[in-house]
């Protein structure tokens, strides 16, 4: 692998914040974002690349490449949290695997920007349908989970249909913005949209610099109750995003698929939920433990993706050029 590819995005500013965020909760600082902060923060940030992805999506044609890698993200989608939901079934109780297995098999906005912001670091571009793969990938790992659940406990509680449980997934607000955003993008006027330019694109790694500078307080606050599971889950945090990135690169190989785009798409298979999982979840399988699942989405996989993982897919791109 390549050290400069490592060592560049280790430096990483955006990085660097979320491990300051880390630091500052275990040396006990009184730092912190307000939680209305945060939160504005996130909805900039999923609304400055949903907007972006419809602007960039309106201007591509329907071709095969883009039906190719909308159909391997849903692929993505229903075949991660079955595989997942397997492999912890074996040391977890249902809940939990299930739980698991949906935060596995739908993404990360976060993981996704900031790969996006690793990809014009390295001076490469994406397809704005990609915006719509990471919105497609949301919702079918959470039924999915849910059906896992039901089907292998008996005891599971029956509230809640499949159509509540889509409701709740789609309506959740980091999903609603993302998008809301992506079809306003879509629909809204190009020489309009270069008036909101400044907000959308100028300011908007700042703000991912601070909002991950609040990841870090957070992972690391969860951190903490998440020791008592042991290594095992926290192996498996690690291995989960590797086997789902490696994947995306090697199946990618033999599609017409852009880089940026084989890029964009290992990230989104190998990344974890852990805003619209948990939201569901506390509907759907309130005995799963959400200090098992996000802690290791958010306190594991999220930091090893953008500190590890995207130098390593990259580098396996590069070896590993589309035969197409």
Known sequence: MNANIIISNLTNP?????????????LKSDLEIPPSSAKFISLYLLFSIGFKGGQELVHSEINSQIILTLL??????????????????????????????????????????????????????????????MALMEAPAIVIGVILIRKYDQSTTKSGSIKTILHEAFTNGSVMMILGSLVIGLIADSKQ???????????????????????????????KAFVQYGWFVSLVSIIIPIINGTAAVFITTFGDISTGDRFM???LAASASYIAVPAAMRLAAPKADPGLYIPMALGISFPF?????????????????STH
């Open 14 to 26: 955006v990085l660097l914040f979320f491990i300051l965020g880390i630091f500052a909760t275990f």
């Open 72 to 133: 391997l993200a849903l692929i993505f989608s229903i075949v991660v949290p079955v595989y997942v939901f397997f492999l912890l079934k074996l040391r977890l109780n249902v809940y939990d695997a299930g739980a698991v297995a949906s935060a596995y098999g739908s993404v990360s906005a976060v993981t996704f920007i900031s790969a996006a912001s690793f990809l014009e670091m390295n001076n490469t571009s994406y397809g704005g349908h990609m915006v719509a793969a």
């Open 193 to 223: 949209a270069e008036g909101i330019k400044p907000f959308t694109s100028d300011i908007f790694k700042g703000f991912l610099a601070i909002f991950l500078l609040e990841m870090g307080m957070v992972a690391a606050k969860r951190f």
């Open 265 to 267: 798409l290992a990230i």
């Open 305 to 321: 993706n953008i500190s590890i993982g995207m130098p390593l897919y990259w580098m396996l791109i590069q070896a590993f050029p």
